[in-house]
């Protein structure tokens, strides 16, 4: 499976942006990249996904680098809701028009009031 | 929206005896449902992948007549926990894929506890 590097865990003072790197060097060309987050004891919620280009939405936004073996997700303004684990998750398809999500083990973000 | 539901929330049970989560897609069609299991302070591990009318594909190390799961319509997932011990509790969580999209709605979860 392909593999992200997250960073365990990330800091981040209330209403400043915060960007999340993830790191997905082995990354092939039909890989699409998504971020969800968790909220403790909560499934995870869909943040963004992007494949080449930048991405915004009205949560984040996701910077992917030209040789798409990293990408930043960035919280314009981080708010107290937004503490949680942040995955970064790499779609692999498995034949035809099949996936599935393989999670790491994410980054932690604390935000401080 | 995209609203996947799971039905317990949370549920004890005796060991020995068997326990069935309910995974529904409220609002869309899913084809391919997921099945994860997440330990305390660990990530999610996808135990199998179900499409509608046929069998799900398991993740290596899973135990597919332990875990058995049905998915018989295109809004209702089912994972059956048989014989559970407490090893098996944690926290299930479910996720259904838009039909024809990549789109991948999750649910909120069932912890389950085995006494």
């Known amino acids: 499976d392909a593999k992200t590097t997250q960073p365990n865990s990330m800091e981040s003072n209330e209403e400043e942006p915060v960007h999340l790197p993830c790191n997905h060097s082995t990354i092939s060309g039909t890989d699409y990249i998504h971020w969800y987050r968790q909220l403790p004891s909560q499934g995870p919620e869909y943040v963004i996904h992007g494949l080449t280009s930048n991405v915004n939405n009205r949560m984040a936004s996701l910077a992917i680098a030209e040789d798409r073996k990293s990408s930043t997700l960035i919280l314009h303004r981080a708010t107290l809701r937004d503490a949680a684990v942040y995955y970064c998750i790499l779609r692999v398809i498995s034949g035809g028009s099949n996936y599935k999500l393989t999670f790491g083990k994410g980054t932690l973000l604390t935000v401080n009031p | 929206g995209a609203v996947v539901s799971q039905h317990p929330s949370r549920v004890i049970c005796k060991s020995g005896t068997s326990v069935k989560i309910e995974c529904r897609s409220l609002d869309f069609q899913a084809t391919t449902m997921f099945w994860y299991r997440q330990f305390p302070k660990q990530s999610l591990m996808l135990m199998a992948t179900s499409n509608e009318g046929s069998k799900a594909t398991y993740e290596q190390g899973v135990e597919k007549d332990k875990f058995l799961i049905n998915h018989a319509s295109l809004t209702l997932s089912t994972l059956t926990v048989t014989s559970a011990h407490p090893e098996d509790s944690s926290f299930y969580i479910c996720?259904?894929?838009?039909?024809?999209?990549?789109?991948?709605?999750f649910g909120p979860g069932t912890r389950l506890t085995v006494t």
């Open positions: 996720s259904a894929r838009k039909t024809a999209t990549y789109e991948q709605y």
